[in-house]
């Protein structure tokens, strides 16, 4: 795996869009007033943020990682900023790595693994009755971890969104799993709605509520809360799936 060829997400992608000699400048006043905007390694302004494929053998933070720490961890009560559950926060990059539980190429070595692994029902994470991690988001965090741990982002904006055939196993639920299901399952399921099995999730698509919620239209709660939404070719698949009378194929 050759680390250099990564794409880093840019900090402030409009800074992309405009001439060196304004970054030059901007670089010198957010310096002058916030170090917020320019940290290290948070990527490079010449990267132009339309040319950032993804390549399958890479994990990338921003798309895969984040939203199973926001959906699992860090919720209110556990690792949002708000509650910081023992000084871990699990909703941004920064937080993240500042929680001092991710070893970078060291899985083994990094308190996150060992948590989400845990077989002592007193020491796994998330806490019981939460639902565990499912072998697939163990095994991205994982690679993610002996991959270096970095701030990755990727996007593939002139791949088509291919729309015909989906599947409830095979595209909604794993979707469902990484962005909803930490919030929406278990003994007390966030506004009472409960996202790990095909009937439930069938009643919200037939009665309007899933489109409602993951397109952000007027008169529902946005989901997922308090993350990005959902990519658009995302929602378009599942709204395929929807007018498809939302099967459990
Ligand atoms: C961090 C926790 C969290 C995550 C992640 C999350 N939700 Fe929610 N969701 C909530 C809470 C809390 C409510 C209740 C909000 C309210 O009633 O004010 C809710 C409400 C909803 C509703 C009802 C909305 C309405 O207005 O009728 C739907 C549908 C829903 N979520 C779907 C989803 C889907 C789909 C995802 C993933 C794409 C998701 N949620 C991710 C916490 C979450």
Redesign the pocket.
């Known amino acids: 795996m050759n680390h250099q060829r990564i794409y880093i997400r840019s900090k402030k992608r409009v800074w992309d869009k405009v001439p060196g000699l304004i970054v030059a400048l901007g670089l010198i006043l957010s310096q002058a007033c916030t170090h917020e905007a320019v940290s290290p390694g948070s990527g490079d302004p010449n990267v132009d943020p339309q040319d950032m494929p993804c390549d399958p053998e890479v994990v990338y933070f921003e798309n895969e990682i984040l939203p199973i720490l ?2 699992n961890c860090a ?1 209110s009560g556990c690792h949002d900023a708000a509650t910081h559950e023992s000084d871990i926060i699990l909703d941004t990059y920064e937080n993240v790595m500042a929680s001092d539980i991710i070893r970078p190429f060291d899985s083994e070595d990094s308190d996150l693994f060992e948590v989400i692994t845990e077989t002592d029902p007193d020491k796994v994470m998330p806490e019981p009755p939460n639902q565990r991690l499912n072998a697939e988001q163990i095994a991205l965090i994982r690679q993610w971890i002996d991959q270096g741990a970095e701030e990755l982002f990727c996007d593939d904006p002139n791949t088509p969104c291919a729309t015909e055939n989906i599947s409830y196993s095979g595209f909604v639920a794993p979707l ?1 799993a990484t ?2 299901v ?3 399952s278990g003994g007390t399921p ?2 009472n ?1 409960v ?1 790990n099995s095909h009937s439930a999730v069938q009643t ?1 698509a037939l009665n309007g ?2 489109f ?3 397109s952000w239209a007027n008169g ?2 946005p ?5 990005a939404k ?1 990519s658009a070719c995302n929602i378009d698949k599942i709204n395929a799936w929807i007018n498809d009378g939302a099967p459990d194929n």
């Open positions: 926001r959906s919720k469902l962005n909803c930490g919030c929406h966030s506004g709605i996202l919200l509520r899933l409602g919620a993951i529902y709660q989901m997922p809360q308090g993350s959902l």
